[in-house]
């Protein structure tokens, strides 16, 4: 049983000591032409800067690393190239200053792995200077990979002036690329996200976006054939220290981190979950862990509706992404909250949005949770078993309570919304944290449910309503108009056929809520 390489994301290190490795040199192979030029964005944690280290090898000429993988027998290793790679993920960039400092010592460094000289004085300078006298010192174009080039874009994505003067800096600097065309053989560049205003995708330059391409869905992440093919040593061993049987384990491993698309039809795990997950064996939120999106919280805390239920958009505003504007849904998916989970190609393309799995579904609104009701994560994890003991046991009185506790009393005031939808969401968001299975606005041939949740054999039918008055008799007079609603349009016959079917109704004030199962 190979080795996991848990947090090594050095091909050459990988392939030396014979770690695990998801053979994607046949994607490689198919981008690697002369003068070709590529952008991708996937999220955090998905295998882009092992890409990155691959590519490097495979143009150094790294012949033997390669000895059994798709590109051995078709790669010209007579033909090398020197190459070029700069890595933003790893620097700290509270100011264009601090950037400017990072790209300097990139440079600098790499200048004396060539023996090559550095004159100008700028960064854009001092970049040209680095590619044109590699270029002509090896006689060679140069090759150069740029990873996670947005890192200093969304470390300042909260504070505007700085975030100005950042791709100002970014402009400057990738702007070289236009300019040295003719000394640069290949191109590729990662990021999170494909952001506007860095000149990395304007001017002739203009890098090929393989981001939504179908034929690159596949280049980072783990497929379903690729998980039982080169995982299935670490699948029997973990099944059975489990003891799932390996059906069952393969089930739960896909409701956990299956369910990323970049094309609607093709699935991929992400790659550092499931190896996190088979080092520690158990189930547990691995990839949220890897870092605090504190941005996106507070990006998305006025209007999470969009992490409800399924939005469809156009293409359009996935492709490109103004920081300075950012719109909650296309971050969202950037970042990997959301992913495709079906294309409409019959006119202008659009794509159907959706969260991935269980695992990104806990994770964020645990952490989102914490955020509108100020309780600290465990608060909330200790709030969730309260609620499923209140829901599995039908105790309108303790739901009441946990109700109050948590959507309304501790959610700060800026963020109340003195209407019915906000409440429905907060309680929806509550039950997904749960392991329900949730079904919102859930149609019937009279009218649409609020929600429907499902837990092992129980159904539960819920209609949730708002009183404008803080007045108790108003709170009753809400449960029984829910009721009736449930009752008048009969959303309880579509599951009749349940062993355990309740119907529960909430009635939201500012200050109070009253619950009532029947």
Not at 300 to 308: A, N, T, V, Y
Not at 351 to 364: C, F, M
Request: include cysteine; charge should be negative; charged fraction near 30%.
């Amino acid at each position: 049983m190979k080795d996991l390489p848990l947090g090594l994301e050095t091909f050459s290190t990988l392939r030396e000591n014979d770690y695990l490795y998801v053979d994607k040199t046949k994607y490689i192979f198919e981008l690697a032409k002369p003068g070709k030029r590529y952008f991708l964005s996937r999220p955090r944690r998905f295998g882009k800067s092992l890409l990155i280290s691959t590519i490097e090898e495979l143009y150094k000429g790294n012949r033997e690393i390669f000895k059994d993988l798709f590109i051995y027998e078709k790669w010209n290793w007579d033909k090398t190239h020197p190459v070029i790679k700069i890595d933003l993920g790893s620097g700290e960039y509270r100011n264009s200053e601090k950037l400017e400092e990072s790209l300097k010592d990139h440079i600098i460094r790499i200048a004396r792995d060539f023996s090559v000289e550095i004159y100008s004085e700028t960064v854009p300078g001092k970049f040209t200077d680095l590619i044109t006298e590699i270029s002509k010192k090896e006689n060679k174009k140069v090759v150069v990979l740029i990873d996670e080039y947005d890192k200093p874009i969304i470390d300042n994505i909260n504070n505007i002036e700085v975030l100005k003067d950042i791709q100002n800096v970014l402009k400057n600097f990738y702007g070289v690329f236009k300019s040295n065309d003719a000394f640069i053989e290949f191109l590729f560049v990662t990021g999170v996200s494909r952001f506007s205003g860095t000149s990395l995708f304007s001017g002739f330059n203009n890098p090929d976006d393989i981001t939504l391409d179908y034929n690159y869905a596949l280049i980072c992440g783990i497929t379903q054939e690729e998980l039982e093919s080169s995982f299935s040593d670490h699948i029997d061993d973990t099944a059975k220290f489990l003891k799932y049987n390996k059906n069952e384990l393969l089930y739960e491993l896909k409701k956990w981190y299956n369910g990323y698309s970049w094309d609607g039809k093709v699935l991929v795990y992400n790659p550092n979950s499931l190896l996190k997950f088979f080092k520690k064996k158990e189930f547990n939120n691995y990839w949220f862990a890897t870092g605090t999106p504190s941005f996106l919280i507070e990006k998305i805390k006025h209007d999470f509706s969009p992490l409800i239920e399924e939005t469809e958009i156009e293409s359009t505003l996935l492709d490109n992404v103004d920081p300075l504007n950012m719109d909650e849904i296309s971050l969202l998916f950037q970042t990997g909250y959301l992913t495709i989970k079906d294309k409409d190609t019959s006119g202008r393309v659009k794509y159907t949005l959706g969260i991935p799995n269980y695992e990104v579904q806990e994770s964020l609104f645990e952490r989102l949770l914490s955020t509108i009701t100020d309780k600290s994560i465990v608060e909330v994890q200790l709030a969730k078993k309260e609620y499923i003991k209140n829901i599995m046991n039908k105790d309108s009185a303790g739901l009441k309570k946990t109700i109050k506790d948590y959507v309304l009393t501790e959610i700060p005031y800026p963020i109340h919304m003195p209407y019915e939808h906000f409440y429905h969401v907060v309680f929806i968001i509550w039950l997904k944290t749960l392991g329900f299975k949730i079904i919102v606005e859930d149609s019937t041939n009279q009218g649409s449910i609020d929600c429907v949740f499902r837990k092992d054999d129980i159904t539960t039918v819920i209609e949730i309503k708002h009183s404008k008055t803080d007045k108790e008799k108003d709170l009753e007079k809400g449960i029984e108009n829910a009721f009736k609603s449930i009752n008048d349009k009969k959303y309880f016959e579509k599951y009749l056929k349940r062993k355990q079917l309740s119907l529960l109704a909430i009635v939201f004030n500012k200050k109070d809520a009253l619950c009532e199962f029947r």
